[in-house]
Structure formats: structure tokens, C-alpha cells
């Protein structure tokens, strides 16, 4: 697969381009400093009186109503929520697109799930990239980026393309890599990466471990460090040099645990049951079901997040967290929350 860097660019942003971002949150925050501080003309789209508008009017912008933003802006750059995206859409952002002008997204998920079509004669692309805002503006002002993944679902001016990459460049993407993709697979691959291992698998994994060994008699606390607090060292290592970094530090009595017990833990069953969640994300059964429950006020999303919070786990972490002061000056504590 090719990886895109600077050399691919066959144009580049400047102040003759204006792209509106619309939001000011974990990724508008971040794609609006550093297409600035890459010299583009950059005005922010943000509903009046909101959080978002106080806070960049405290850093120095003039951010505009979003109808307003939008018009004369060559890229539009949609950055809310996902779930508040085809409303702010349809009233805000449709009527005011420039014909030629290329729509942008962060996330395929309302394009290709059918919530949002440009009108005709407009280009839509998506420049995600895999990091949380936060990292996105530090590893920019550190001179380095984070990778990105690319694609173009309409070229409809025949430098969809081009623009998308140049985007991508602006934001710092092309120091660390984009790689092309289609909004299928972006938006597919997003939903089972965050479902099935990022965030609900490994979640329940920590919380099944820690059920175990404190139903078993073990220390609450003892349980808490063996199967949370110590996650962040494997998962660095992984993340610096895959599998076999994670050998390389680890004893050779848990090595032979990890081949011996580890696929007893995740099996068949459990990969068989990725799969049936794999295929509720590409017919679009998990997003209508999402779509539906925000439409009647997400009460089961709420249960659900009351449940998770109450677990025990919580109440043994949050003391035990209180005696690591060291925690609060981590690299997470800076990153705004990541919903990626
Ligand atoms: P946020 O939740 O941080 O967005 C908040 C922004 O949206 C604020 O400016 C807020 O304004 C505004 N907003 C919220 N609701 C409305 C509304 N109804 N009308 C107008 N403005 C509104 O979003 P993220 O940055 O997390 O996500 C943006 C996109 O990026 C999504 O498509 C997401 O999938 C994608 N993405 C996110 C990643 C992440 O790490 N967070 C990673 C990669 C992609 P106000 O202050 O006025 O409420
Ligand atoms: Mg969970
Ligand atoms: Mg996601």
C-alpha cells in the first residue's frame, strides 16, 4: 500500500484558500490551529453563544454562525459530532455551499450511512485522522503529525483528490503518513476497531479479569493493578513494536501464559462473535439502532453508561489513582476526552 508523504502533494493550501471549520471541539480545535499555522485562510463556523464560541473567541478568532462561515469557503471542513452532523447540515451548511467547493469529513460515518448528500457539483472527501484532537495539534507544533487516513467518495471538480491530500498536509498528516482508504472501509473499520477491541472489548476484558479474581477472595486493589493499571505498559510496548517488543519485556513464565492461556480467553466463540458484530456495522443494523436511540433520547445509551460507571472497578481505581499524584500530569490528562 502506497503512503502518501509531502512528495505525492501536487498542490498545497495557502492564504488564497479558505476553508471554514465548523466546530471547535477535540479535532476543530486542532485542524483549525494548524491549518492557520500553515498559513491558510481559515474561519470557524461555530452556533453563537455556545462553549465553543466563548472559548475561541477567549484564543483569538472570530469564529462566524455556520450559514454565514460556510459561504465563499473553497473546503468545508464538518467537525461535530457525528450524531449532530445532518441536522446542522441540511439548515446550516447545504444552502451555502460554493458549487466546486469540497466538503470534508472526519469520519465516513453519515455519508455512508446515507445521513448527509452533498448537493451535485460538490466534492466529499474525508481526512481522518487516528489520533484525538489533542495529539493532532501537539504532534504538529512538535514538527511531526499523526497518521491520517484519506479517501474521496464524489470528485466532481477532478482535484477532489489533490485538495484532500493537500488538507491532509496542512494538518501535519503527511510527516507521519496518509494512507487512502474508501469511506466503507474507514467508517466499517472505525465502528468494529472501537466496538470489538478498542474500547469495548478491551473494557470488558479488564473488568471480566477483575470480576474473577475478587470473586475468587483477592484483594479489590491487588485485582485493580493487575488487571487495569498494568495495561498501559503492555499496550505501550505493542504500540512501540507489536508483539514482539511485548516479548521482549516481558518473563518467559508470562510468555508461555500468553500462548498457552491467552487464546482459551479469546477464542472461537468470541471471534465468531466479532464477526456477527462486524456484519451489524456493514449492513447498517448497528447504525440505524444508533441512529434510532438518539432520536428517542438515548435512554438505553444512558443506562447502559450508568451501569459501566458503577462498576466496582471505579470506586478501587479512583482511590487508589488519588495516591498517584504522578497520574494527573500524564500525557492523557492534556488530551481532551477521545470519542474517536
Ligand atoms: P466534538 O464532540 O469535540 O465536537 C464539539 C463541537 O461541536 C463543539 O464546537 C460544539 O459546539 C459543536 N457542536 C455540537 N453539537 C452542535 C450542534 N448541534 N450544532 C452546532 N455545533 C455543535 O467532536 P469531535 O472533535 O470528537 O469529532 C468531530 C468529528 O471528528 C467526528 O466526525 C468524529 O467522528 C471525528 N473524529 C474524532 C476523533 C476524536 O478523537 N475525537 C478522532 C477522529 C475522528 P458547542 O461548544 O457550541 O457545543
Ligand atoms: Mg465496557
Ligand atoms: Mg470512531
Known sequence: MHVFTERDLTTTLDSSTRVCVVGYGSQGRAHALNLRDSGV?????????????????????SPRPIAEAVQGASIVMILLPDTAQPAVFREAIAPHLEPGALLMFAHGFNVHYGQIDAPAGVDVALVAPKSPGAMVRREYTRGCGVPCLMAVHRDATGSARARTLAYAHAIGGTRAGVLETSFAEETETDLFGEQAVLCGGVTELVTKGFETLVEAGYQPEIAYFECLHELKLIVDLMHEGG?????QFVSETAIYGDLSRGPRIVDAGAKARMKEVLEEVQTGAFAREWLVENQVGKPSYRRMLARDL??????????LRARMTWLEEGPGDADQEDRS
Open 310 to 319: 458503577e462498576h466496582p472497578i471505579e470506586a478501587v481505581g479512583r482511590s
Open 41 to 61: 485562510d481559515v474561519v470557524l463556523g461555530l452556533r453563537p453563544g455556545g462553549a465553543s464560541a466563548r472559548q475561541a473567541s477567549a484564543e483569538g478568532w
Open 243 to 247: 508483539l514482539a517488543k511485548v516479548h
